[in-house]
């Protein structure tokens, strides 16, 4: 079974940082392209950052580009997202998505989310 | 970046109804275009992949069509379990990018 796990969601105040970590199991993590996707409060879904097998490819929203960086480590199986710089408007839960492979870039497992928190 | 364009930005319907929903794309996205269902406190679900193919283990009712940059979703017959909210995602070209939105409520 397909399972994906966040974790490190919190509180931090603006200007700071968090990194998000998200555990894959139950399939060939190093065989799949992964992406973040966050949901502010009470809105709709936004893409926030992708990356291919082997690193290469990766790609930002321009919400983020230059304050978050996206990572894989196979061995481990865990996709991460270190953001730094946080601001008020980054307040949302955070869902990592597998992509699948043909077709790509449909999100076709999600995990359960981690809701960060930007406030004073 | 590709717009989508995604109404009504909600229904209300009956259970048996048939709903659609439609997204249109801001240019050219050949097929590239998923369809999500999410519920209250969980992560979307993937329904539709390719404008028009079906999801494992999502029921028949649940159908998608393309027709040039408009697409629809089309829920034959509305079941307790479909009141959700629905989104368009298009999968063409990075950034990747989302529908505002379709919420199905109970009349």
């Known amino acids: 079974e397909v399972q994906l796990v966040e974790s490190g969601g919190g509180l931090v105040q603006p200007g700071g940082s968090l990194r998000l970590s998200c555990v894959a199991s139950?399939?060939?993590?190093?065989?799949?392209?992964m992406n973040w996707v966050r949901q502010a409060p009470g809105k709709g879904l936004e893409w926030v950052s992708f990356?291919?097998?082997?690193?290469?490819?990766?790609y930002y929203a321009d919400s983020v580009k230059g304050r978050f960086t996206i990572s894989r480590d196979d061995a481990e199986n865990t996709l991460y997202l270190q953001m730094s710089s946080l601001r008020a408007e980054d307040t949302a839960v955070y869902y990592c998505?597998?992509?699948?492979?043909?077709?790509?870039?449909?999100?076709?497992?999600w995990g359960q989310g981690t809701l960060v928190t930007v406030s004073s | 970046d590709i717009q989508m364009t995604q109404s009504p930005s909600s229904v209300s319907a009956s259970v048996g109804d048939r709903v659609t929903i439609t997204c249109q794309a801001s240019q050219g996205i050949s097929n590239w275009l998923a369809w999500y269902q999410q519920k209250p406190g969980k992560a979307p679900k993937l329904l539709i992949y390719?404008?028009?193919s079906l999801q494992s283990g999502v029921p028949s009712r649940f159908s998608g069509s393309r027709s040039g940059t408009d697409f629809t979703l089309t829920i034959s017959s509305l079941h307790p379990e479909d009141f959700a909210t629905y989104y368009c995602q298009q999968a063409n070209d990075f950034p990747l990018t989302f529908g505002g939105g379709t919420k199905v409520e109970i009349k």
């Open positions: 390719a404008a028009s």
């Open positions: 139950g399939f060939i993590f190093s065989s799949y392209e």
């Open positions: 990356i291919s097998t082997s690193n290469t490819p990766i």
């Open positions: 998505a597998r992509a699948t492979v043909i077709p790509a870039a449909h999100l076709d497992y």
